[in-house]
């Protein structure tokens, strides 16, 4: 079944100039590119993007790196496309993730993972919603 899912190219992968092989490795799998941008968060921004954190230890930190720099944010389709693309970034933390995976490539902590991905039929729905109307 044909399904969307949004994807964020986060401000680590942005700053270590790896947003090109990103994207070659999200066409190389096979998903259509839909809609694409480059985006600064504000703090608020981040906070209610990731709203259903905001009672998680590392609510703070996370919002706060997420609002730190740009980030390129991706409308995706394809067959499967939520848990296609979660599988293509691996485990939250790189450390955790399967070789191969965008997060054990290019994650630097549990928190500066590269990339995030929608992990529900119902949050990729509000998630694309945030960003592309
Ligand atoms: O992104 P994912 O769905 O894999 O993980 P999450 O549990 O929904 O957490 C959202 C984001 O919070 C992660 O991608 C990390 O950037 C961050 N996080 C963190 O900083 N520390 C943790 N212990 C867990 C997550
Ligand atoms: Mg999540």
Redo the contacts with the bound molecule.
Sequence with gaps: MSEKTLAII?PDAVKKRVIGRIIQRIEDEGFNILGLKMVKLSLEEAKQF?SV?KE?P?FN??TE?MSSGPVVVMLLEGENAIKHW?EV?G??NPAEARPGTLRREFGFS????AV??S?SSQTAQTEIKFFFN
């Excluded at 549990?110 to 993972?113: A, L, Y």
């Design positions: 986060k990731y954190h998680k590392f930190g996370l790196f979660r970034m485990a939250t549990i928190e500066r993972n995030h991905g992990d």
